[in-house]
């Protein structure tokens, strides 16, 4: 089975600065895929950045990194230069590679709320 | 772009009543994916699908039902409502890597 945890419930950061959301998984399979999600208050889901267990650099998307630590088994998403309309939940998922039928099912965490300020 | 429709972002139905929640995709994606979220337990797999008139339970599956006659419809079922089942109830489709979502719909159930 698999397991993710995110521990902060809640963080705030000014704006401009750096945020780090924290994320450690548990999952027995050799191979897997950890996703990070924005929800802003409209509700909706928004993908982020994307890590395979097997890439060999962290991966990074415009503000957004992931500092992927696989022997401690986390997963944390980096946001540099915040703004105000990154304010939003934040989930972190796992999956793993079968990518058929149940192999595709994401597994998630409970959030972190994130509240970003002048 | 990929889109996701839900049929309503805001419903209210009675205790007893049948429910239905209606998923549109637009990218002829094979997997299709019904969540429930609630505070504090994040997003819980309710059903899914990876074809059509296939369909497999999630980890919450009970109370609830799924039918996908064709490829791009997704439908969620609720028997008989109940208070418990008030929820946001978010959709989701996936053809490649990473799962796209619908805007969901809040579901009060009084």
């Known amino acids: 089975a698999q397991k993710i945890t995110q521990t902060q419930p809640g963080m705030f950061v000014q704006e401009k600065e750096a945020v780090t959301l924290d994320c450690t998984y548990d999952t027995s399979d050799p191979s897997y895929g950890l996703f990070w999600y924005k929800q802003p208050s409209s509700g909706e889901m928004i993908f982020l950045i994307y890590q395979g267990s097997y890439d060999q650099q962290n991966a990074t998307e415009g503000r957004y990194s992931l500092n992927f630590q696989k022997a401690r088994k986390s997963a944390n998403l980096v946001i540099s230069a915040s703004q105000l309309g990154d304010s939003a939940m934040y989930f972190c998922?796992?999956?793993?590679?079968?990518?058929?039928?149940?192999?595709?099912?994401?597994?998630f965490g409970t959030g972190t709320q994130l509240k970003v300020e002048l | 772009d990929v889109k996701v429709t839900q049929s309503s972002r805001y419903l209210v139905k009675r205790t007893g009543e049948k429910v239905f929640l209606e998923c549109v995709q637009d990218m002829d994606h094979e997997n299709m994916f019904w969540y429930r979220q609630d505070p504090g337990l994040g997003l819980r797999l309710i059903y899914f699908?990876?074809?059509?008139?296939?369909?497999e339970k999630g980890d919450i599956p009970e109370g609830y039902s799924v039918s996908r006659e064709k490829k791009e419809r997704f439908s969620l079922i609720l028997e008989s409502a109940s208070t418990n089942q008030t929820s946001m109830y978010l959709c989701?489709?996936?053809?490649?890597?990473?799962?796209?979502f619908g805007p969901g719909t809040r579901l009060t159930v009084t």
């Open positions: 998922a796992m999956r793993g590679y079968i990518l058929t039928g149940g192999g595709n099912k994401l597994t």
């Open positions: 699908s990876y074809d059509v008139k296939m369909k």
């Open positions: 989701a489709s996936q053809g490649g890597r990473e799962q796209y």
